[in-house]
C-alpha cells in the first residue's frame, strides 16, 4: 500500500509477500494470516520516532497519518518527538528509530559507542548543504574565511563540509572562529550580521537564500554526498524488526510520493515548516533526492573520509571503522 493508496483499500503485492521475511502484512479484516505470522493483540505498543526540520520524508508520514494506519496491524502506535540537535537523544537512546541524519552525524554516535543500527539510506544530494556569505561580503574563497567568525552546528553534516574546505585551502578550525549554533538560531544569527559565514543544509539554507542575496563559496559537491541514513536503537531492531520493515516501506513511498505530487507535497509541507513561502518548499525538495536505498557496508566508504577528517581536525577522539556498524536490510524482492 503506497501513501496515496485509498484507505481501506487493497494491499500490495510486495507488502504481502514480504510480509513472512520481516515485513507486516497488512490484510483484510477477516483474512486468513500466512503462516509463521502470529495474530496481533489487541493492546497497542508504542514506537518512538524523533524528527528534526528537515526530515522530509518523516515529516510527510506523520502529517498523513501513514504510519498510524501501516503499524496498527502489528500492535504499534507512532508517538513522534522533534529535536533540533539530534546527536543528544541518539547517544541516550531516548527513542526507537531516529529521525534522518546527515552522514556526518552517525561518527559522532559510532564514536559514543552509541547503541545504533543503520536501517535506510536517503541517496545524496550535496546541493542541500552549502557554505555561504551575504552577497556583498568581501569573502570569496575559502582562504578568506581565515579569522572570520564562520556558523556552523556542531556534530552535523555541515561540520564535516566545513573541516573538509577549510583542509582543502589548507586552514584548519583554528585559523578560523568557529561559532557552534543550532540551525536555527544560525539562521537568526545569519540574517542580523553576527557570522560572516555560515555552513548550513536545507530547509534553513533555502529560507536563507529566499531572506537575502548570498554567495554560496562551496556547496557539498567533491566534498560529501551529503547522504542522510536513518537509525534506530539496536535492541528495537532486534526486537522488532517487522516494525523496521513496514517504516522502511513508507519511507521509500513517501519519497516517491513528494516527487510524484510536487505541488501536494508543497502544500502539505509550507504550513508545517512554518508557513514558509511554496518556492522555498519547492526549492527544497527538488534539491533532496528522497530515494530511500538500503544501506550497503561496501558503500560506506565516505563514512570512512569524514570519520579520518574529524579526528585528525581533533573532532573524534580516537580513530574510527566507520564500516563497522550494525546493518538492519529489508528482505529482497520476491517476483
Given at each position: 500500500?503506497?501513501?496515496?493508496?485509498?484507505?481501506?483499500?487493497?494491499?500490495?503485492?510486495?507488502?504481502?509477500?514480504?510480509?513472512?521475511?520481516?515485513?507486516?502484512a497488512?490484510?483484510?479484516?477477516?483474512?486468513?494470516?500466512?503462516?509463521?505470522?502470529?495474530?496481533?493483540?489487541?493492546?497497542?505498543?508504542?514506537?518512538?520516532?524523533?524528527?528534526?526540520?528537515?526530515?522530509?520524508?518523516?515529516?510527510?508520514?506523520?502529517?498523513?497519518?501513514?504510519?498510524?494506519?501501516?503499524?496498527?496491524?502489528?500492535?504499534?502506535?507512532?508517538?513522534?518527538?522533534?529535536?533540533?540537535?539530534?546527536?543528544?537523544?541518539?547517544?541516550?537512546?531516548?527513542?526507537d528509530?531516529?529521525?534522518?541524519?546527515?552522514?556526518?552525524?552517525?561518527?559522532?554516535?559510532?564514536?559514543?559507542?552509541?547503541?545504533?543500527?543503520?536501517?535506510?539510506?536517503?541517496?545524496?544530494?550535496?546541493s542541500?548543504?552549502?557554505?555561504?556569505?551575504?552577497?556583498?561580503?568581501?569573502?570569496?574563497?575559502?582562504?578568506?574565511?581565515r579569522?572570520?567568525?564562520?556558523?556552523?552546528?556542531?556534530?552535523?553534516?555541515?561540520?564535516?563540509?566545513?573541516?573538509?574546505?577549510?583542509k582543502?585551502?589548507?586552514?584548519?578550525?583554528?585559523?578560523?572562529?568557529?561559532?557552534?549554533?543550532?540551525?536555527?538560531?544560525?539562521?537568526?544569527?545569519?540574517?542580523?550580521?553576527?557570522?560572516?559565514?555560515?555552513v548550513?543544509?536545507?530547509?534553513?539554507?533555502?529560507?536563507?537564500?529566499?531572506?537575502?542575496?548570498?554567495?554560496?563559496?562551496?556547496?557539498?559537491?567533491?566534498?560529501?554526498?551529503?547522504?542522510?541514513?536513518?537509525?534506530?536503537?539496536?535492541?528495537?531492531?532486534?526486537?522488532?524488526?517487522?516494525?523496521?520493515?513496514?517504516?522502511?516501506?513508507?519511507?521509500?513511498?513517501?519519497?516517491?510520493?513528494?516527487?510524484?505530487?510536487?505541488?501536494?507535497?508543497?502544500?502539505?509541507?509550507?504550513?508545517?515548516?512554518?508557513?514558509?513561502?511554496?518556492?522555498?518548499?519547492?526549492t527544497?525538495?527538488?534539491?533532496?533526492?528522497?530515494?530511500?536505498?538500503?544501506?550497503?557496508?561496501?558503500?560506506?566508504?565516505?563514512?570512512?573520509?569524514?570519520?579520518?577528517?574529524?579526528?585528525?581536525?581533533?573532532?573524534?577522539?580516537?580513530?574510527?571503522?566507520?564500516?563497522?556498524?550494525?546493518?538492519?536490510?529489508?528482505?529482497?524482492?520476491?517476483?
Amino acid at each position: 500500500m503506497t501513501d496515496d493508496t485509498p484507505r481501506g483499500a487493497a494491499p500490495s503485492r510486495r507488502t504481502i509477500l514480504r510480509a513472512g521475511s520481516g515485513a507486516a502484512a497488512i490484510l483484510p479484516v477477516g483474512a486468513i494470516l500466512p503462516l509463521g505470522i502470529p495474530a496481533v493483540h489487541a493492546a497497542e505498543r508504542t514506537v518512538r520516532l524523533s524528527y528534526q526540520r528537515s526530515s522530509t520524508l518523516l515529516t510527510v508520514l506523520k502529517a498523513r497519518g501513514t504510519l498510524d494506519e501501516r503499524l496498527k496491524p502489528l500492535g504499534f502506535a507512532p508517538s513522534w518527538h522533534l529535536f533540533t540537535s539530534v546527536i543528544e537523544p541518539m547517544n541516550a537512546g531516548a527513542v526507537d528509530l531516529h529521525a534522518d541524519v546527515a552522514d556526518a552525524v552517525p561518527i559522532f554516535t559510532q564514536s559514543a559507542e552509541a547503541p545504533l543500527t543503520f536501517y535506510a539510506r536517503e541517496v545524496g544530494a550535496p546541493s542541500a548543504e552549502a557554505i555561504i556569505v551575504p552577497a556583498e561580503s568581501p569573502i570569496r574563497t575559502i582562504a578568506d574565511l581565515r579569522g572570520r567568525t564562520v556558523g556552523v552546528s556542531r556534530g552535523s553534516g555541515c561540520h564535516f563540509i566545513l573541516a573538509a574546505a577549510l583542509k582543502n585551502a589548507g586552514l584548519t578550525f583554528a585559523d578560523i572562529k568557529p561559532a557552534y549554533l543550532q540551525a536555527p538560531e544560525g539562521l537568526a544569527a545569519f540574517g542580523q550580521g553576527s557570522l560572516d559565514a555560515w555552513v548550513i543544509w536545507d530547509p534553513f539554507l533555502a529560507i536563507a537564500q529566499a531572506k537575502r542575496p548570498v554567495r554560496v563559496l562551496a556547496d557539498a559537491t567533491g566534498l560529501s554526498s551529503y547522504h542522510r541514513y536513518y537509525l534506530a536503537n539496536d535492541r528495537f531492531v532486534a526486537e522488532n524488526p517487522r516494525v523496521v520493515a513496514v517504516v522502511y516501506d513508507a519511507l521509500q513511498d513517501a519519497g516517491r510520493w513528494v516527487k510524484a505530487e510536487p505541488d501536494a507535497a508543497v502544500a502539505l509541507l509550507a504550513p508545517i515548516w512554518g508557513d514558509l513561502a511554496p518556492d522555498i518548499v519547492a526549492t527544497v525538495n527538488r534539491r533532496r533526492t528522497y530515494a530511500v536505498t538500503p544501506v550497503v557496508r561496501a558503500e560506506l566508504g565516505e563514512q570512512q573520509a569524514i570519520a579520518d577528517t574529524f579526528h585528525e581536525a581533533k573532532l573524534i577522539p580516537r580513530k574510527l571503522d566507520a564500516t563497522a556498524v550494525k546493518i538492519w536490510q529489508p528482505a529482497p524482492e520476491r517476483g
